[in-house]
């Protein structure tokens, strides 16, 4: 789907389809795109849009580079930051001298996020590299939002691991923890990948822009969202740290209690082993057995094994092995 905006005043206006674009069309949204409407942005901008398999490339010179006058960028963008796994997805900006070209295989939420306030004039609309500005920033702000989510899930999880309160103990599922540890890990890296590719977009776009392909308040703009994606990744390392820390917290714990579990049964097994002997040899076939035919012969065998048990029992629970 192909869609056009024109620049009116200090906003942005959905372009008549019915209508060629001319000199205030300065973006074109390319979302899953056909041949047709490549061809069509192709033929009206002069360049090249680059297919599905050429975004997925992840070397840098596949990525970022000028053709025709023209710079490609791709970055590596979360959707659905609220769900509980967010998808990441491949988005290709084109800055065409002052249009931009959006070609994108998915919808997340920054897109219509900055159309509405771009209509409404909230949002700096003067060229396509202030358009890309703008989508990069509204991109920051929902990935802020993600690692504040991100924050209270592992302060949750850090709570359940350590039960910290002391009213989780019996109902504690270690292996419930772990995949939410795992969970968190999987959104992290995300999210440490869109930052780094969201930032050498910019570093991209600063270089070239400086060379006259944006302006003094647009390049502001930039540094501040360069300052913005380094504070984010510098938290991003630390709760992926923090992950760490907990993953391997969990993953001792499940060990400690495997220990547990093998050491009760170990000491059991030594335990039943003196009655077990008493009961082996009150077993054998011998008329020499004097206790064979006295009428208390088995309640003495009995109180023999009962005693031979609580005997390695209470020395065990003396030496805190229990």
Do not use: H
């Given at each position: 789907m192909l869609t056009m905006y024109d620049r009116t005043g200090p906003g942005l206006a959905r372009h008549n389809e019915a209508v060629p674009p001319g000199a205030d069309t300065i973006w074109f949204d390319l979302f899953e795109p056909t041949a047709e409407e490549d061809a069509f942005v192709e033929t009206a901008l002069g360049i090249s849009v680059p297919t599905r398999a050429e975004?997925?490339?992840?070397?840098?010179?596949?990525?970022?580079?000028?053709?025709?006058?023209?710079?490609?960028?791709?970055?590596?963008?979360?959707?659905?930051v609220e769900d509980s796994v967010p998808e990441g997805s491949a988005i290709t900006f084109i800055l065409a001298g002052q249009k931009l070209v959006t070609v994108r295989y998915a919808d997340p939420k920054s897109f219509p996020q900055y159309v509405a306030q771009a209509v409404k004039g909230a949002a700096g609309c003067s060229s396509g590299s202030d358009i890309l500005v703008g989508l990069i920033e509204t991109h920051i702000e929902r990935m802020g939002d993600l690692i504040e989510r991100m924050q209270d899930e592992v302060d949750t999880l850090a709570a359940g691991i350590f039960d910290m309160t002391g009213k989780t103990t019996k109902k504690r599922r270690l292996d419930v923890l772990l995949r939410g540890v795992g969970r968190e890990g999987d959104i992290a890296a995300k999210a440490q990948e869109s930052a780094a590719s969201l930032d050498r977009v910019l570093h991209f776009l600063e270089h070239n822009g400086r060379n006259g392909a944006c302006s003094a308040a647009e390049l502001e703009r930039i540094d501040v969202a360069q300052r913005d994606v380094t504070s984010l990744r510098e938290h991003m390392r630390f709760l992926t740290d923090r992950i760490?820390?907990?993953?391997?917290?969990?993953?001792?714990?499940?060990?400690?209690e495997q220990n547990q579990i093998i050491k009760l049964f170990s000491v059991m097994a030594v335990m039943m082993m003196p009655p077990t002997l008493v009961a082996s040899v009150y077993g054998m076939n011998f008329e020499s057995i004097h206790e064979f035919?006295?009428?208390?012969?088995?309640?003495?065998?009995?109180?023999?094994?009962?005693?031979?048990?609580?005997?390695?029992f209470a020395y065990f629970k003396r030496k805190g092995w229990l």
């Open positions: 975004m997925r490339q992840v070397e840098a010179s596949s990525r970022f580079y000028i053709e025709g006058g023209a710079c490609y960028m791709t970055a590596f963008v979360l959707k659905n760490q820390f907990l993953l391997d917290a969990t993953l001792g714990m499940i060990t400690t035919k006295w009428e208390y012969g088995y309640l003495w065998a009995l109180g023999l094994m009962l005693v031979s048990a609580i005997i390695p």
